[in-house]
Nanobody, 126 residues
């Protein structure tokens, strides 16, 4: 059974940094695409970043490009989202997700993802 468990959320001032972690278990993820999405109150769940586990190819939403970095640690089966220069508009619940990486082009489409974590709250104060 696949499990994705997020951690690392919290309250931070604008301009600060946080690092989110997503611990993955239940199978070998080398053929998977791992993504981070976020959902603010009353809004849709939006794509943030994705990484192809094999090869480490990455992709970012325009709103976070240059500020956020997605990475993975093969030995720990963990995906990270380093978030720098945080803004109040980054406030949301952040979710880790995974799908079998047959189509990298679908990485920003949340309906492609088969597995989801429960999310971790990130709050950025102004």
């Amino acid at each position: 059974q696949v499990q994705l468990v997020e951690s690392g959320g919290g309250l931070v001032q604008a301009g600060g940094s946080l690092r989110l972690s997503c611990a993955a278990s239940g199978r070998t993820f080398t053929s998977y695409v791992m993504g981070w999405f976020r959902q603010a109150p009353g809004k849709e769940r939006d794509f943030v970043a994705a990484i192809r586990w094999s090869g480490g190819i990455t992709n970012y939403a325009d709103s976070v490009k240059g500020r956020f970095t997605i990475s993975r640690d093969n030995a720990k089966n963990t995906v990270y989202l380093q978030m720098n220069n945080l803004k109040p508009e980054d406030t949301a619940v952040y979710y880790c997700a995974a799908y079998t990486g047959l189509s990298w082009s679908a990485r920003s489409n949340k309906s492609m993802y088969d597995y989801w974590g429960r999310g971790t709250q990130v709050t950025v104060s102004s």
